[in-house]
Each structure stands twice: as structure tokens, then as C-alpha cells.
């Protein structure tokens, strides 16, 4: 018998001398996995998710190189797809928090939004203190708002609130407005002097607003809006944005 020659050479094609070094990885087979290596004198990705791309690959180094470089090949494909899974299976994903994580958070954050202020009443100072409430949060069915407190002389019950239950998938829009309390206040004597309330748009009147006014019989409607009060512009951007991200989310979820 004669000295063996490569199998692509067996097949009609010329295949290179072994050189020793790592085969020729066909390309075009995906990015997936971002560690480039050498091939053919051009950088290549290593990662491949197409499988019949991969195949055709595969066929090329079988008709192009010797046994030993087609081995070479094989194991290289393999190694590369075993990093592939293995990065998929470990990579946190890109989506930021989960709903739970953010609804979470949110329960944390909204009641800091606490607003104290001092006014001239004529016979006696008064005094106001507006803070966000969660009534549930649990799920992208939310109920929160405010509740406001007055002390106004000869006043007995000075309990307010604004109560907004709402689906989070609704959220369409929103942003936070400052106001100087003091500028249009001309009775404005001391405390909270600025307000940032954040503004949340909804895609319909879907939002049902309970909300009664110094101990008044509660009455109800429904608003495109929702609104919480702040005494710190950096606490009502966050909560906006974890707000918008928690819709988004939601969403996500709706079956239709």
C-alpha cells in the first residue's frame, strides 16, 4: 500500500500541510460568544448557534485539511458550543429587576414621599403634611396615593386622602414636576418649600380615583393620571422610572 494521503486530497482537492496550529473554524455561523479567534488570517467569532450553517462549515474543513486538522476542527466546534451553553445558562438577563425585585423596591420607596409645611391661617399657624401611601402593591394590580393631614384651627376632622387603583400595564407615560409652594402660596411661612410630584399617564381612563377632602364622604371616578408628591427630586425620578419599568413588565405578562 502507498503512504495514506488526507482525505481531501482522496476526494480530488489539494488540503495544506499540517501545520500544527488550530484549523480553520468556517464563518458566518453566529456571534453569540465574544472571545475571537485566528482563522485563515481574519478573526472569526467562536461561538455558532445555526446548526445547518455549522454543517456546511464542517464539510468545507473535511474537504480542505488532513485527518489530523479536521479532528482538530471537530473538537474545536464542540468546545465552542459547550461555552455557548454554558454562557446562556449563566447570563443574568438584561431586562434589569424582576417585577418582584421592583415592586419590592417600590413598596420601600414611595411612603418616603413626606412633604411638611407651615401657613398663616389668619387667627393661628397651620400646618400640612402630605405623604404617599401603599395600599397594595403585590402584583400589576396596584392601589396607592397620598394622604394629607391638616391642622386648621376650629376644624375637627382635617384626614384627606387620594387613593388610585390601577393595572401597572396601563402606564404609558410620565414625569416629575417641580413646584415652588412658597411662589404661589402667598401664606407660605416655613417647611417643605419645593414639591416634586411625579405624574404618571395611563392609555385610557382606567384608573379608578377614590379621594375624599377634609373628612368628606369619599367619591369616586375615573382619571388617565396618577400623582404622588415628593420633598426630594432624586426620590421622585427613581420611583417614576421603577414605575415605568414595573408597566413594562407587566405588560410583558398580558396573555393578549
Not at 407587566?250 to 396573555?255: A, H, Q, S, V, Y
Amino acid at each position: 500500500m502507498g503512504p495514506k494521503r488526507p482525505v481531501g486530497q482522496a476526494l480530488g482537492h489539494k488540503g495544506p500541510k499540517s501545520s500544527g496550529a488550530l484549523p480553520s473554524i468556517p464563518s458566518g455561523l453566529g456571534s453569540a460568544f465574544a472571545t475571537p479567534v485566528r482563522v485563515s488570517g481574519v478573526r472569526r467569532q467562536l461561538c455558532y448557534r445555526q446548526a445547518p450553517l455549522a454543517r456546511i462549515g464542517f464539510l468545507f474543513v473535511l474537504l480542505g485539511t488532513t485527518i489530523e486538522a479536521m479532528l482538530r476542527a471537530a473538537f474545536a466546534l464542540i468546545w465552542a458550543a459547550l461555552l455557548c451553553s454554558a454562557q446562556n445558562t449563566n447570563s443574568a438577563p438584561a431586562g434589569g429587576p424582576s417585577l418582584k425585585e421592583t415592586l419590592d423596591w417600590l413598596r420601600e420607596k414611595i411612603p418616603l414621599g413626606v412633604i411638611k409645611q407651615y401657613s398663616n391661617c389668619g387667627i393661628a399657624p397651620c400646618s400640612t403634611t402630605m405623604q404617599n401611601r401603599v395600599w397594595n402593591l403585590d402584583s400589576c394590580n396596584a392601589t396607592i396615593g397620598t394622604e394629607n393631614i391638616y391642622t386648621i384651627p376650629e376644624h375637627a376632622d382635617t384626614h384627606s386622602f387620594y387613593r388610585y387603583t390601577m393595572s401597572l400595564g396601563t402606564i404609558n407615560g410620565g414625569s416629575v414636576v417641580a413646584t415652588d409652594d412658597a411662589g404661589i402660596n402667598p401664606t407660605f411661612i416655613s417647611g417643605d418649600r419645593w414639591e416634586y410630584e411625579v405624574r404618571l399617564t395611563t392609555s385610557s381612563r382606567e384608573v379608578l380615583l377614590l379621594y375624599s377632602f377634609l373628612g368628606a364622604t369619599p367619591t369616586s371616578q375615573t382619571v388617565d393620571y396618577v400623582h404622588l408628591k415628593f420633598a426630594d427630586t432624586s426620590i421622585a425620578s427613581r420611583v417614576l422610572t421603577a414605575l415605568r419599568h414595573a408597566a413594562d413588565l407587566c405588560r410583558n405578562k398580558e396573555p393578549f
